[in-house]
């Protein structure tokens, strides 16, 4: 019954058994693993417990508790299992493959690769162990080594959705959009292919062919969010007015989808339009709002300064979102709003409680503490002095100077640069960026740029001094991953507005290219501690760099930092990245 996956009608014969006093090891695994599937874990782990008491060298019983604790949530147990499961039998391959997800989830990825390529050495067709492997590598730099992992099976007759599906994104990675196109361009039978084929037909100069493709998926489905978004995001970037289209046309046909009428009203808030991102909400026929709907309409509210309502709706949702910290948030942004700023700092604190790592919550801590006049503590969490540093890059090998290498990477950035507008997501305005991890593509300019900046962002970590009671300064390492990269071309009056680096440690932009208009007044300048709340929060920087061609600033990626617009005709081009520790 276990294995035909009928686990309701197995539970109660094999819960007779248990009760009638049989202790043979594999019936209490059974029994074990049927209660996981039906979602009851705590009685799951009592009847592991009990296996590996009859079974206390059995391989399967150990790695599958792994399984079950890591559900859990206690993932420093679940790998115990599974290294006791490889001590009982070495070689076993469902152990070095769940260990190394685990490794990969932790983001020690070092590790992960080295259980992953274990489980392929012995067992070279396993198609799973070959996608997170590549998944491990990409996150190393080692795109190359990932896109031949996933060759080789392809070679060896596997040609699942998975592995397609993450070799093409490996070539977009690498901005080989053609190769991505080559590959998928016949394999119609998943949408989640044909999807990727789409995006990357966009990427590669194909942007009409691209919206066909979207337009064939939605004809089969017409309320796939991913499809919708994809396609919503392309037409915006293409300068598309009728971007959103497609969605009303889905939401008109489906009016009761609270999922797609909350996706549209986000996009519509994104784009800055908050009285029609408030209507698609209350046109609702449907009575009962979500949270993501009460959610939105609190942060709309907010931002048009009608506070009372705003508190109004989001205390409808805060019973709906124990493990959401948005609400918290929002309620936190409402409190500063009406210059309650001892309950936003508690709402604050209940934010890093739960997310003590999240640099979002401690780039809000700040902000509440400088609202709160507490300049001491600010200053403690946002050392600008000590924090915030500006380095001359050293000119690369085989460039007489920095300002010839700068051309030649100017040269180079400029063809990424072929969006009309700037991405719907990020914080910069009247500019584009550029898509994906940049120091994944195979340009020499490029490769030269990351190895100079390895060296500044060592010198950076060097003189930074370990202590664990500070967010920044706790997490210090000495070896370090770039997290992210893009170039970012502001036009005539472009900036960006402040914000800050969720997913980094340590941020930096490296100047490329400035306006003259930076000699004038704070043109183009990079600022800091300006903190952006919402419509009804005027707050000055603390701190400002003056941009220099050849230069880059490094700062901790929770300070808020924006730019200040430029008058010029000339582009303001830059290196933006984040970097993160290696886990150890």
């Given at each position: 019954?276990?294995?035909?996956?009928?686990?309701e009608v197995a539970l109660p014969l094999l819960k007779q058994l248990t009760a009638a006093g049989v202790s043979h090891p594999?019936?209490?695994?059974?029994?074990?693993?049927?209660?996981?599937?039906?979602?009851?874990?705590?009685?799951?782990?009592?009847?592991?417990?009990?296996?590996?008491?009859?079974?206390?060298?059995?391989?399967?019983?150990?790695?599958?508790?792994?399984?079950?604790?890591?559900?859990?949530?206690?993932?420093?147990?679940?790998?115990?299992?599974?290294?006791?499961?490889?001590?009982?039998?070495?070689?076993?391959?469902?152990?070095?493959?769940?260990?190394?997800l685990l490794k990969l989830e932790k983001k020690q990825y070092a590790e992960a690769s080295r259980f992953l390529k274990q489980?392929?050495?012995?067992?070279?067709?396993?198609?799973?162990?070959?996608?997170?492997?590549?998944?491990?590598?990409?996150?190393?730099?080692?795109?190359?080594?990932?896109?031949?992992?996933?060759?080789?099976?392809?070679?060896?007759?596997?040609?699942?959705?998975?592995?397609?599906?993450?070799?093409?994104?490996?070539?977009?990675?690498?901005?080989?959009?053609?190769?991505?196109?080559?590959?998928?361009?016949?394999?119609?039978?998943?949408?989640?292919?044909?999807?990727?084929?789409?995006?990357?037909?966009?990427?590669?100069?194909?942007?009409?062919?691209?919206?066909?493709?979207?337009?064939?998926?939605?004809?089969?489905?017409?309320?796939?969010?991913?499809?919708?978004?994809?396609?919503?995001?392309?037409?915006?970037?293409?300068?598309?007015?009728?971007?959103?289209?497609?969605?009303?046309?889905?939401?008109?046909?489906?009016?009761?989808?609270?999922?797609?009428?909350?996706?549209?009203?986000?996009?519509?808030?994104?784009?800055?339009?908050?009285?029609?991102?408030?209507?698609?909400?209350?046109?609702?026929?449907?009575?009962?709002?979500?949270?993501?709907?009460?959610?939105?309409?609190?942060?709309?509210?907010?931002?048009?300064?009608?506070?009372?309502?705003?508190?109004?709706?989001?205390?409808?949702?805060?019973?709906?979102?124990?493990?959401?910290?948005?609400?918290?948030?929002?309620?936190?942004?409402?409190?500063?709003?009406?210059?309650?700023?001892?309950?936003?700092?508690r709402c604050c604190d209940q934010l890093i409680e739960k997310e003590t790592d999240n640099q979002a919550w401690w780039a809000?801590?700040?902000?509440?503490?400088?609202?709160?006049?507490?300049?001491?503590?600010?200053?403690?969490?946002?050392?600008?002095?000590?924090?915030?540093?500006?380095?001359?890059?050293?000119?690369?090998?085989?460039?007489?100077?920095?300002?010839?290498?700068?051309?030649?990477?100017?040269?180079?950035?400029?063809?990424?640069?072929?969006?009309?507008?700037?991405?719907?997501?990020?914080?910069?305005?009247?500019?584009?960026?550029?898509?994906?991890?940049?120091?994944?593509?195979?340009?020499?300019?490029?490769?030269?740029?990351?190895?100079?900046?390895?060296?500044?962002?060592?010198?950076?970590?060097?003189?930074?001094?370990?202590?664990?009671?500070?967010?920044?300064?706790?997490?210090?390492?000495?070896?370090?991953?770039?997290?992210?990269?893009?170039?970012?071309?502001?036009?005539?009056?472009?900036?960006?507005?402040?914000?800050?680096?969720?997913?980094?440690?340590?941020?930096?932009?490296?100047?490329?290219?400035?306006?003259?208009?930076?000699?004038?007044?704070?043109?183009?300048?990079?600022?800091?501690?300006?903190?952006?709340?919402?419509?009804?929060?005027?707050?000055?920087?603390?701190?400002?760099?003056?941009?220099?061609?050849?230069?880059?600033?490094?700062?901790?990626?929770?300070?808020?930092?924006?730019?200040?617009?430029?008058?010029?005709?000339?582009?303001?081009?830059?290196?933006?990245?984040?970097?993160?520790?290696?886990?150890?």
């Amino acid at each position: 019954m276990y294995q035909q996956q009928k686990y309701e009608v197995a539970l109660p014969l094999l819960k007779q058994l248990t009760a009638a006093g049989v202790s043979h090891p594999l019936i209490w695994h059974v029994f074990a693993l049927c209660l996981r599937k039906l979602g009851k874990l705590q009685e799951s782990e009592q009847a592991f417990c009990k296996a590996m008491k009859l079974a206390p060298n059995d391989a399967e019983i150990k790695n599958n508790y792994g399984n079950l604790l890591k559900q859990l949530g206690d993932s420093n147990k679940a790998m115990q299992c599974f290294h006791e499961a490889l001590r009982c039998r070495p070689g076993f391959v469902d152990a070095q493959y769940n260990a190394g997800l685990l490794k990969l989830e932790k983001k020690q990825y070092a590790e992960a690769s080295r259980f992953l390529k274990q489980a392929l050495s012995n067992k070279p067709d396993f198609a799973s162990a070959a996608v997170a492997l590549a998944k491990s590598l990409i996150q190393t730099g080692g795109l190359d080594e990932a896109i031949g992992v996933l060759c080789r099976i392809l070679e060896g007759g596997s040609d699942s959705v998975p592995v397609l599906l993450t070799l093409s994104q490996c070539y977009r990675e690498k901005g080989l959009h053609d190769e991505a196109v080559e590959l998928l361009c016949d394999r119609q039978e998943s949408d989640l292919l044909v999807r990727e084929l789409a995006i990357n037909l966009h990427f590669s100069g194909r942007s009409e062919s691209a919206i066909e493709c979207f337009r064939a998926l939605l004809k089969k489905d017409p309320l796939n969010q991913q499809v919708l978004g994809s396609m919503a995001d392309i037409r915006w970037l293409m300068g598309d007015v009728d971007w959103l289209d497609d969605y009303y046309q889905a939401l008109c046909a489906n009016p009761n989808s609270w999922p797609l009428r909350c996706d549209l009203s986000n996009r519509l808030v994104k784009s800055e339009q908050l009285q029609s991102a408030e209507q698609i909400l209350e046109e609702s026929p449907v009575s009962v709002w979500p949270l993501e709907a009460l959610l939105l309409k609190g942060h709309i509210k907010r931002e048009q300064g009608e506070i009372e309502e705003a508190q109004h709706v989001l205390k409808k949702a805060l019973p709906m979102s124990e493990k959401n910290t948005s609400v918290i948030n929002e309620l936190m942004l409402c409190h500063l709003s009406e210059g309650d700023v001892k309950s936003a700092l508690r709402c604050c604190d209940q934010l890093i409680e739960k997310e003590t790592d999240n640099q979002a919550w401690w780039a809000m801590k700040a902000a509440c503490l400088k609202l709160a006049g507490n300049l001491r503590e600010y200053r403690k969490l946002y050392d600008f002095d000590k924090f915030v540093k500006a380095y001359v890059l050293p000119c690369p090998s085989g460039y007489s100077n920095i300002s010839e290498f700068n051309q030649q990477l100017l040269h180079d950035l400029q063809n990424m640069h072929a969006s009309a507008r700037h991405p719907l997501e990020q914080s910069l305005r009247t500019g584009t960026q550029t898509e994906g991890h940049l120091f994944r593509r195979d340009i020499e300019s490029v490769k030269f740029l990351e190895k100079q900046l390895k060296q500044v962002i060592a010198a950076y970590i060097s003189h930074l001094s370990f202590d664990n009671s500070h967010p920044f300064t706790r997490r210090l390492r000495q070896d370090f991953l770039f997290s992210g990269a893009w170039s970012v071309r502001l036009n005539n009056s472009g900036y960006h507005r402040n914000h800050y680096h969720s997913e980094g440690w340590i941020s930096g932009s490296y100047y490329v290219s400035v306006p003259k208009a930076v000699q004038r007044s704070g043109n183009g300048w990079i600022k800091f501690g300006q903190a952006e709340l919402g419509r009804l929060f005027s707050m000055d920087p603390d701190y400002c760099i003056k941009p220099e061609a050849g230069s880059v600033a490094l700062f901790p990626s929770m300070m808020w930092h924006g730019t200040e617009p430029f008058d010029d005709q000339e582009y303001r081009v830059t290196v933006a990245f984040d970097v993160v520790p290696v886990e150890e």
